[in-house]
């Protein structure tokens, strides 16, 4: 049953933290002119079933930072029971976070209910991706068994919806990842959330990258870029 919470003020300056174990953040030295840049730790090197995660990160008025991982995330088989991950983002009026973990990693017979929200001000700015991989792909291993919800919701300034989307993958997801008019077999997805001014020139920065990596991208409405790509 692990947590972190943590608030950066505008002159990047850590204003509050706090950390339960497994999980750690460590604070990197940032290149010069860069925001400030937390990296969480999973201590116990995995999560198996029945783990929970509870992640919350605020940015006052005016504040920016990077926050990531420092390796991707094991998600191990289970049993029975769920691995839980959820993630709480406040970006407060004229604050810029981008939201950039490494890949989770889905062993085969793993169970993840992941929920992330996230509340944005008047003229803040949110960069939040995520990647999830359907097994080890170094020992030829893919996602047969077990079963995936992932959430996100996406609130604005006076606490409307702006956006809301949720994956589910039932018991057995073997066929709906080899479903052509779905996953097609792909071995990972990645999922890009944009919030903020210069959306639409992202859109169309996006769609001209290389067919090397296929993806799409859209705009749900007008300040919100969405993306999302299927590959090995």
């Known amino acids: 049953d692990g947590a972190f919470e943590l608030r950066f003020g505008p002159d990047g300056r850590l204003r509050h933290l706090f950390q339960q174990a497994p999980l750690r953040?460590?604070?990197?030295?940032?290149?010069?002119?860069e925001p400030p840049l937390a990296a969480a730790v999973n201590c116990a090197g995995g999560l198996a079933g029945g783990d929970a995660l509870r992640q919350e990160a605020r940015l006052e008025a005016g504040a920016r930072a990077t926050m990531s991982t420092a390796a991707a995330e094991k998600v191990y088989r289970s049993l029975?029971?769920?691995?839980?991950?959820?993630?709480r983002l406040a970006v407060e009026p004229g604050a810029i976070l981008e939201w950039i973990p490494q890949e989770t990693i889905l062993f085969d017979n793993a169970r993840l209910e992941r929920r992330l929200r996230?509340?944005?001000?008047?003229?803040?700015t949110l960069l939040?991706?995520?990647?999830?991989?359907?097994?080890?792909?170094?020992r030829g291993e893919r996602m047969r068994r077990g079963a995936l919800l992932d959430v996100w919701r996406?609130?604005?300034p006076d606490g409307g919806l702006l956006w809301a989307d949720a994956l589910a993958l039932p018991d057995d997801p073997g066929e709906?990842?080899?479903?052509?008019?779905?996953?097609?077999?792909?071995?990972?997805?990645?999922?890009?959330?944009?919030?903020?001014?210069?959306?639409?020139a992202g859109r169309d920065l996006l769609r001209a990258t290389s067919p090397a990596a296929p993806g799409g991208a859209t705009l749900p409405r007008p300040g919100l870029l969405l993306a999302r790509w299927l590959g090995p």
């Open 176 to 200: 709906a990842l080899a479903a052509p008019f779905g996953f097609a077999g792909a071995e990972a997805l990645g999922t890009l959330l944009f919030a903020g001014a210069g959306a639409e």
């Open 80 to 87: 029975g029971p769920e691995t839980r991950i959820a993630t």
């Open 154 to 156: 996406l609130h604005g």
């Open 25 to 33: 953040v460590l604070f990197p030295t940032p290149e010069p002119g």
């Open 118 to 124: 996230a509340d944005l001000a008047e003229g803040a």
């Open 128 to 138: 939040a991706a995520e990647t999830l991989v359907f097994g080890r792909a170094a």
